[in-house]
């Protein structure tokens, strides 16, 4: 009956939530076990349809709806690099600058869209090595030690919206 997703430039990734009126007890008979996909298109306004693809990670709130035989239930959802990153581990050393070795993280790791990857650029080379880090910690661990190409005082965030993803100074 309804769907809430939420952005943030401080979440590496789109959260949200469906709220679902179920008739027909699909939920007892396909029972939702955390690998099922969610794609949802919508337009805002004048603007071209956005189309957005989730990973279901769980079912909350089951209720019972009076006088009839259905029921109701709260779907979590997050964008599925999320959960591929939850099952990966980085052991890798990378020597290029930091901008570099997070776009090299987000497309290889992550499989987002080398397209829809906005990254600012970061100055020097850095050699490390990230040794049992899943991609999202790798990236939060690099965004830190990530100096501004034009800004000597900069502070880097990490973020996926419905555009895409971004590497920038805030």
């Keep these: 009956s309804s769907i809430e997703f939420f952005e943030s430039l401080i979440q590496p990734a789109i959260t949200g939530h469906v709220n679902v009126i179920d008739m027909f ?10 690998e099922e996909k969610l794609t949802i298109t919508f ?39 999320l959960t591929t990153s939850a099952s990966l581990l980085i052991n890798q050393r990378f020597n290029q600058p930091i901008h ?9 790791y992550l499989g987002l869209d ?15 090595v990230i040794t049992n880090l899943t991609p999202l910690q790798a990236i939060d661990k690099l965004r830190h030690k990530a100096i501004d190409l034009r800004y000597p005082s900069s502070s880097f965030v990490f973020f996926v919206d419905r555009r895409g993803a971004g590497f920038t100074t805030l």
């Design 25 to 34: 007890a699909i939920h007892a008979t396909f029972p939702i076990i955390g």
């Design 100 to 108: 570099q070795t997070i776009q090299q993280i987000a497309t290889e």
């Design 114 to 128: 080398q397209s829809k990857l906005s990254v600012d650029q970061t100055r020097g080379i850095d050699d490390s």
């Design 43 to 81: 337009r805002v306004a004048n603007n071209a349809p956005t189309t957005i693809e989730f990973d279901v990670t769980g079912l909350t709130d089951v209720q019972p709806i009076e006088n009839q035989r259905g029921t109701t239930y709260k779907l979590t959802i997050v964008s599925p690099h």
